[in-house]
Structure formats: C-alpha cells, structure tokens
C-alpha cells in the first residue's frame, strides 16, 4: 500500500510540474516581444533584417525589441520622442511609425522606417 501511495504522489507531482511548465511556456510565448534587427550592409549602410532579405521600411505587429547591429549609434524617432539605442544594445518599441537614422549618417545612406501595429 505504501508503495502504491508513493507512486501515486510522484505521478501526480509529475503531471502537475508538466501542466505548470506547459502554462508556463504558454505565456512566456504569447507576452515574449519580437525582435526586429538592424544590420550593417552595403549598399546603403544599414538595413533591416527580415526574413533573410535586406528591407528599407518593415512593418510588424507589436510589441517589439529594436536591436542595432549597426556600426554606430542609431537615432530611432517615435511618436514619444527620439531614443539613442547604441550597437550591440536594444529597446523596446511600443506602437506607433519611427524612423531610424544613423549618428553622423551621410546623405545618401538608408533612412530605415519601422511600423509597429
């Protein structure tokens, strides 16, 4: 009896631990921001990274993670101001069109523009 007693408990602590792990994940998914990249790449200098292509202007369903891999600072101008995201950092980006520059950026290179809806 002990031993069916036993094997009972830990079955259920099993079940138990995995329908927590799966609600878990489940809502770690739904709430887990996108992350959408700026590169460096010629021509243009920076580009976004969008499903393996280069693109000028990306619209995604929000909210989003906004990471700069570019060479230098980028100025990423939104509907609650302008925002510094420096290389190799992020920011999150809530809805709203913002258009993405580089510090210093000569005149003919890419002026990115990003639609979070």
């Known amino acids: 009896m002990k031993k069916l007693t036993l094997f009972l408990t830990v079955a259920g602590l099993l ?12 809502t770690a998914s739904k709430s887990a921001a996108k992350t959408v990249t700026v590169v460096m790449h010629d021509p243009g200098c920076h580009w976004f990274v969008s499903h393996g292509k280069y ?5 995604v369903a929000g909210p989003v993670k906004f990471a700069n891999y570019d060479e ?4 990423v101008k ?40």
């Not at 230098?72 to 100025?75: C, L, N, Q, S």
């Open 15 to 26: 079940v138990f631990g995995a329908s927590q792990a799966f609600a878990q994940s489940a």
């Open 55 to 59: 693109v000028k202007s990306l619209t």
């Open 72 to 75: 230098k600072t980028v100025i």
């Open 78 to 117: 939104g509907p609650k101001g302008t925002t510094l995201v420096k290389v190799g950092k992020s920011a999150p980006l809530a809805k709203g069109v913002y258009h993405i520059t580089m510090v210093k950026q000569a005149p003919d290179d890419n002026h990115l523009v990003l639609t979070v809806n």
